[in-house]
């Protein structure tokens, strides 16, 4: 039996504070394959970010445990690369010197550096851009020189939070098109965290739908679109909409629920 790439076993979060204790995931369990892109979707406050922190090692599990190629995610690695909503681009760095940063442990020469962040600018549609400083990118080309950062030291998994959701539904789509590609080029592994379900369906080969908090697996959509770029606008499909129902049926009870929550907890706050 093949060793899945990432394995979440029975993995729960919670958040001590001084006055409140907060259970953010409970008893997640899912596998993902060498080479799978998967999609998360849930509710607000689901911990979807939570557990992409956990994924990525910069966060530990209050119970279960999660692997890499069967060893114990104990800390961030360079087989996993990191790309959040908000760009975390170093202002002072050109789009050049920020993909090469991500380089600068690895022990390459500055040539080597210079050259792997060269290509994996052009991987990213960015070539000529590479003195360019962030102030000086549009969003969506600093969210390019993200993912090429986050590429270029060549980790198995990439890991992305919500990357596009402060783009414009313009920008939004080129970078998803960008995206696929990319990871057909590459194959590497991929983690999306979204609240987008059409964002789901179109990038996702499975999608992942958690509960309202705490958050647990509620369904797992397998999605086959065959080839993206072979149908001129594959959303407008009968089967892209049969997916995007799919998913919304299983969401639509979540997020109210999620809701409810939160007005109940606003409603505690004010009487007391």
């Known amino acids: 039996m093949t060793t899945p790439k990432l394995s979440i076993e029975r993995v729960g979060k919670v958040f001590e504070g001084r006055s409140s204790r907060v259970a953010a995931l409970d008893e997640v369990t899912l596998d993902v394959a060498a080479g799978q892109f998967l999609v998360v979707v849930g509710p607000s406050g689901c911990g979807k970010s939570t557990l992409l922190d956990l994924l990525a090692g910069l966060t530990t599990p209050t119970s279960g445990r999660l692997l890499v190629d069967g060893a114990p995610i104990t800390g961030p690695g360079l087989d996993r690369g990191v790309v959040f909503q908000q760009y975390a681009l170093l202002p002072w760095r050109t789009a050049l010197r920020n993909v090469e940063f991500g380089l600068e442990g690895k022990g390459l ?15 990213v549609g960015l070539s000529g851009f590479a003195d360019r400083y962030p102030h000086e990118l549009s969003g969506g080309m600093r969210q390019r020189v993200a993912i090429a950062r986050a590429l270029a030291f060549d980790p198995d998994v990439l890991l992305m939070d919500e990357p596009f959701a402060a783009l414009d539904a313009q920008t939004r789509e080129t970078l998803q098109d960008e995206l696929l590609r990319i990871w057909e080029t590459t194959r590497k592994t991929v983690v999306f965290i979204t609240h987008g379900i059409d ?55 979540e997020v109210a629920r999620a809701q409810r929550s939160e007005l109940s907890a606003r409603e505690v706050v004010s009487v007391g």
Do not use: C
């Open 109 to 123: 020469t500055r040539r080597a550096r210079t050259d792997t962040a060269r290509q994996y600018l052009d991987l």
């Open 199 to 253: 964002e789901a369906v179109y990038l996702g080969q499975r999608v992942a739908v958690l509960t309202s908090r705490p958050g647990r697996i509620k369904a797992v959509v397998d999605i086959d679109l065959g080839d993206r770029r072979q149908t001129e606008d594959v959303r407008s499909t009968p089967l892209f909409a049969e997916y995007r129902h799919q998913i919304w049926s299983e969401l639509h009870g």
